[in-house]
């Protein structure tokens, strides 16, 4: 059972969530009014993911993320914009937001978004109810540890969100070929690519943040100008490889 938190001040609102995500038995829904609403709830109880208005009384959506963030807390945020948001979309995804969803909604656009992020959340984001395989992948400095879902950086760790984790290992799978924007978005996130570039561009803005020596002039995830970004194969640090041969 997947708890879901819906956070909108408009009562119509949730409840059209909550008939949409109501034909899976899988999915407890709890409902706020606002943000601080939802970080007192999230406080008290294992939420799996967080469908987050942007304007709402008392916290709005992009401090309550912002919040969420600071904290440590790495639940998948789905944040609900209006059309006219796109500015706030970009600030939503620049907090840390794994996705968003333009009013008015789309029945089957919501289950399918909510559904790719509980499943990377689950696999990648440290919940219990994750049962993965062994697997370990390398590239340069960079390890990934599927099963123990960490990620260590020239045998630093570092901090990923379900979604940063689950880019890295589709780039790590695919070292030195080339995916355009709605490609990876298409392979990553599981959804309909369309309006997804900016999603795509700011998480791997985020994700060299966190793996390259210099973001600003990355050696490892790069642009191909026109085409897209790729992962460039590197040679794994003898101190790394060694761990092979023991």
Avoid at 167 to 178: A, S
Avoid at 212 to 236: C, F, Q, R
Wanted: charged share 25%.
């Amino acid at each position: 059972m997947y708890n879901i938190l819906i956070c909108d001040d408009e009562a119509d609102i949730r409840s059209a969530l909550k008939i949409y995500l109501a034909g899976s038995d899988d999915y407890n829904i709890i409902e706020a009014e606002n943000g601080s609403q939802a970080l007192e709830i999230i406080k008290k109880q294992n939420i799996h993911l967080l469908l987050m208005d942007i304007m709402m009384p008392v916290m709005d959506g992009l401090r309550a993320l912002a919040r969420l963030r600071e904290d440590g807390n790495n639940i998948p945020v789905i944040l609900l914009t209006a059309k006219s948001q796109d500015t706030d979309k970009i600030m939503g995804l620049n907090l840390g937001a794994d996705d968003y969803i333009t009013k008015p909604f789309n029945h089957v656009e919501v289950i399918a978004r909510v559904k790719s992020q509980i499943r990377r959340y689950v696999r990648f984001g440290g919940s219990a109810d994750a049962q993965p395989k062994s697997d370990i992948l390398r590239n340069g400095g960079i390890e990934l540890d599927v099963a123990a879902k960490s990620v260590t950086v020239n045998g630093e760790c570092v901090n990923l969100t379900p979604t940063e984790m689950m880019l890295l290992k589709f780039f790590m799978e695919n070292t030195d070929k080339v995916f355009p924007p709605k490609q990876i978005y298409r392979l990553v996130w599981g959804d309909d690519p369309l309006g997804a570039e900016n999603t795509v561009t700011v998480h791997i803005r985020h994700l060299r943040e966190k793996i390259e020596i210099d973001p600003a002039n990355p050696e490892l995830l790069i642009a191909s100008w026109g085409h897209g970004y790729k992962m460039v194969s590197k040679k794994v640090p003898e101190k790394i490889s060694r761990r092979d041969d023991t």
